[in-house]
C-alpha cells in the first residue's frame, strides 16, 4: 500500500512539472525537469523508483530567469529573496505559498563536484534535460550513493550510446568532451563508473528489470570511451598531481 502511494505522489509531482513547462513554454521561456524525477519521466517502462518528500528540480536559462520568476510568482511560487539576490546568476529557489512545495532552477549550468554547462542543450528534450546531461549529472557526485547509481542505470538500460545528438541517445560527444578536457571530471567518472559495475556484479545492486540494454555492456563502453577520448594539455598536467590534491569541488549547502 505504501509503495502505491509513493507511486501516486511521484505521478502526482511529475504532472506538476509538465504542466510549468508547458505553461512557460507558451510564454517563450525554456524550463526543463532534472534530477531523479527527469529519469523517472524518460524511462516509463521501468519499475517506479518508489521515492517521498522530493521538490521540483529545473534548468534554465539566463536569458529568461525574470520571465520565468514572474511566471512561478503567478502561479504561488514565491521566491526566496535573499537566496536569490546572492545566487541567482546560477540558481534560484521558490517555495508554494499553500502547499509548501519547493523548486530549484540551475541556470545555465549544474555545479556540484564539477561543472557541467548545459546551456546549449537545453531544447533537445521535451520535458527534461538531455539523457546525456541527466547522467552526467549523477555520474559527477564524486559521493555516489545507491540512489544516484540506480538513476544512472536506469539511463544505461534505457538510452544506447552514440556519437550523435538524437534526443533517443546518450550523446558519447558530450561525455568524451568532459572527460578528454578535464582530469578532475574524468577521475570521478571512471572511479563511478567502477563503483556501479562492482554494485552489479557483486550483486549489491540488482540489475532493473524491463531495461532495453545491457547495464554491464553499457558501462563497460563509457569506461572504455573514457581511456581513450582525446585528452587536452590542461587534462594531462592535472594527470600528473593525480589524487595527491582534491580534484573536485565540495557542493556549499546554501540555506533557504
Known amino acids: 500500500m505504501q509503495e502505491m502511494s509513493d507511486t501516486v505522489a511521484e505521478t502526482d509531482l511529475l504532472n506538476q512539472a509538465k504542466s510549468l513547462i508547458e505553461r512557460a513554454t507558451e510564454r517563450g521561456i525554456t524550463l526543463r525537469l532534472v534530477g531523479g524525477l527527469a529519469i523517472r519521466l524518460l524511462t516509463p517502462e521501468l519499475p517506479p523508483r518508489g521515492r517521498t518528500g522530493q521538490d521540483l528540480d529545473f534548468a534554465s536559462a539566463s536569458a529568461t530567469r525574470r520571465q520565468l520568476s514572474e511566471m512561478l510568482f503567478e502561479h504561488g511560487f514565491v521566491p526566496d529573496k535573499n537566496f536569490n539576490a546572492l545566487y541567482g546568476n546560477k540558481q534560484l529557489y521558490f517555495a508554494h505559498n499553500s502547499t509548501g512545495l519547493a523548486i530549484d532552477v540551475?541556470?545555465?549550468?549544474?555545479?556540484?563536484?564539477?561543472?557541467?554547462?548545459?546551456?546549449?542543450?537545453?531544447?533537445?528534450?521535451?520535458?527534461?534535460?538531455?539523457?546525456?546531461?541527466?547522467?552526467?549529472?549523477?555520474?559527477?557526485?564524486?559521493?555516489?550513493?545507491?540512489?544516484?547509481?540506480d538513476d544512472c542505470l536506469r539511463l544505461l538500460v534505457t538510452f544506447p550510446l552514440q556519437d550523435t545528438g538524437d534526443p533517443g541517445a546518450i550523446d558519447l560527444r558530450v561525455f568524451r568532451a568532459l572527460v578528454g578536457d578535464d582530469w578532475g571530471w574524468w577521475r570521478t567518472v571512471t572511479l563511478n563508473l567502477e563503483k556501479i559495475a562492482a554494485l552489479l556484479n557483486g550483486g549489491t545492486r540488482p540489475a532493473i528489470e524491463g531495461g532495453k540494454l545491457n547495464a554491464d555492456t553499457q558501462l563497460q563502453t563509457l569506461s572504455e570511451v573514457a581511456e581513450q577520448a582525446p585528452k587536452s594539455r590542461r587534462w594531462k598536467m592535472r594527470a600528473r598531481i593525480g589524487e595527491h590534491k582534491r580534484w573536485y569541488d565540495v557542493p556549499e549547502e546554501t540555506p533557504h
Do not use: G, W
Open 106 to 149: 540551475m541556470i545555465d549550468k549544474l555545479h556540484m563536484c564539477h561543472t557541467l554547462e548545459f546551456a546549449d542543450r537545453l531544447t533537445r528534450m521535451p520535458y527534461t534535460l538531455d539523457a546525456v546531461d541527466l547522467l552526467m549529472s549523477k555520474l559527477q557526485i564524486v559521493e555516489l550513493n545507491e540512489k544516484d547509481a
